[in-house]
């Protein structure tokens, strides 16, 4: 079986630890590989050659730090299928799926190209009697990335690019469940032009997390993942003295107005609700019409399009609409909840409890799944699902659906289908979720602006990438600066006026 490694100092190393995660194939469920965990001690050795090699690289203009972004840039797209490939292999999401994964990391990876322009400071000439002022960005140092299962390149590439285009050093923890691309990415990098020790793996589990949160050199935690553990990271980072932004989990509603294209919204929502087994923290998972005329419409044209999904192995070729969960407990995890749904009274319409794919029997394959008539107090509603699984709940107009969007404690995502503009413009206005969809399932924004939800989906007060990404990796140093040209004064015991 394969021994994964960590990348430290330039080059692949094996863990020292002696404790390892398995890591699935989740077609099949057999295991491919295994990845080492990371004690503190070997946090803590990568974290001082960090810190050894940052030097330099801060020291390299921001313009050549810029055209390693280039030629990482080329090589992702020259690698894309290999990289896509070690995406699915691991997460079992579709080829397709897969290339998606990494081509929206490679965009945050183009707008790093422009980090330069991002990176110039602010400058005000004569602020007072021959006095200027300017303000620098400066790198913080060694930073760290933790990052979940789901977009094993994406995430990655979305804290590592600013990151290092700012003049960090980074460390970053994947997830031990697909850690792979993050290893070949950093190999590409490298390739690129990347000094080694500048950005290392270091992949391990809550050991290697603490040992992070509480390395006194790292400066910046950047995290991806479930509520629970974004809070913790965000709390524990914030106590030792760090920045953190961390991002958490998601509860997507979609509300559908009566005036909306039904078969749009419902094509909609099969992609957004299902696609890479619903493992998005964009996913639409509550579908909210507006109606019961809208309602009934809206299921009937849904039910015949979840029955036509195809689900298979990501070898299985390009008609497959999504793949595996990501591990056994997962399942069984999607599963039980599947039946509190119907213990609790909603109603399943499409039942992917009993799906079974012939060869793959022990893979972790779940069918996909709709209940109508879900109520607010049933868990299928309380808790993120993270699978194949789509809930309606019936709103009785406009304002009842915005009320329940607005009162769910998650706020990434959501969206709305309608033909009206003055609807669409007020739910945009008023509703208190950060990523918002017009007539737009999934609105992840584009590189060159930012990322980032609301309310319980986020901690941290900047978005990921774009923009606020230079700011959160950079810190601001403001020099105010006077030459003595034949001004002669005393000194100074109270603030200067500048007049
Ligand atoms: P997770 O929270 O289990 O793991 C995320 C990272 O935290 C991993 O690197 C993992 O090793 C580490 N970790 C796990 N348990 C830990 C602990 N007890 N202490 C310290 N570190 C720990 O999340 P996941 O299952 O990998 O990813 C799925 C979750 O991520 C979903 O909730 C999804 O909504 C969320 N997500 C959010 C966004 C976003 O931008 N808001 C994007 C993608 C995924």
């Keep these: 079986m394969e021994e994964l490694t960590h990348y430290i100092d330039g080059k692949r190393v094996k863990g020292a630890s002696g404790r390892f995660s398995d890591v699935f194939n989740p077609a099949t469920g057999e295991v491919q590989a295994r990845v080492p965990l990371a004690t503190k001690a070997e946090l803590d050795a990568a974290v001082a050659v960090a810190a050894e090699a940052q030097k330099g690289w801060a020291a390299t203009n921001p313009q050549r730090r810029a055209r390693v972004m280039m030629k990482f840039g080329q090589l992702i797209n020259d690698h894309m299928d290999e990289l896509a490939e070690l995406v699915s292999r691991e997460h079992g999401k579709t080829l397709p799926d897969g290339r998606g994964d990494v081509q929206r990391g490679l965009e945050v990876v183009e707008v790093c190209m422009g980090a330069p322009h991002m990176l110039k400071g602010e400058f005000t000439d004569d602020g007072g009697p021959g006095i200027d002022l300017y303000s620098m960005r400066q790198p913080l140092g060694v930073v760290a990335g933790i990052t979940p299962f789901n977009f094993p390149a994406m995430i990655p590439l979305w804290k590592m690019a600013p990151a290092l285009a700012c003049g960090n050093a980074m460390i970053l923890k994947p997830s031990e469940r697909c850690p792979s691309t993050a290893l070949r990415l950093v190999e590409l990098i490298e390739e690129a032009g990347l000094p080694k020790g500048v950005l290392q793996v270091v992949n391990g589990d809550k050991e290697a997390v603490d040992a992070i949160l509480d390395n006194e050199t790292i400066q910046a935690v950047g995290f991806v993942g479930s509520t629970p553990i974004a809070q913790y990271i965000y709390g524990r980072a914030a106590t030792n003295g760090k920045r953190a932004q961390c991002f958490g989990g998601a509860k997507n509603h979609m509300i559908v107005m009566p005036d909306a294209d039904l078969d749009k919204a419902a094509d909609a929502l099969v992609g957004a609700g299902y696609g890479a087994a619903g493992e998005r923290c964009m996913a639409i998972s509550v579908a909210v019409p507006v109606g019961e005329k809208t309602a009934d419409a809206l299921v009937e044209r849904l039910v015949p399009r979840i029955e036509k999904l195809k689900v298979g192995p990501y070898t299985a070729g390009a008609d497959v609409d999504y793949g595996p969960v990501i591990t056994k407990q997962a399942e069984e995890r999607i599963r039980g909840l599947i039946d509190s749904g119907v213990d609790q009274g909603a109603e ?152």
């Design 348 to 499: 399943l319409l499409v039942d992917g409890r009993d799906f079974r794919l012939q060869g793959y029997e022990t893979g972790f394959f779940i069918g996909p799944s709709l209940f109508d008539r879900v109520t607010p107090d049933m868990d299928i509603y309380k808790e993120e699902i993270f699978g194949p699984v789509l809930s309606q709940v019936r709103a009785e107009s406009y304002e009842d659906a915005l009320r329940l969007t607005m009162d769910n404690p998650y706020g990434n995502g959501t969206a709305i289908f309608t033909s009206d503009g003055d609807t669409a413009r007020d739910f945009a206005h008023r509703v208190n979720v950060g990523m918002v969809g017009i007539n737009f399932p999934i609105p992840v924004p584009l590189s060159y602006h930012t990322f980032g939800g609301w309310k319980k989906s986020a901690f941290g007060d900047l978005n990921q990438y774009g923009p606020d990404a230079f700011r959160f990796y950079t810190r601001t140093k403001t020099v105010t600066e006077r030459w003595f040209s034949g001004i002669k004064e005393g000194g100074e015991f109270h603030f200067k006026q500048m007049d």
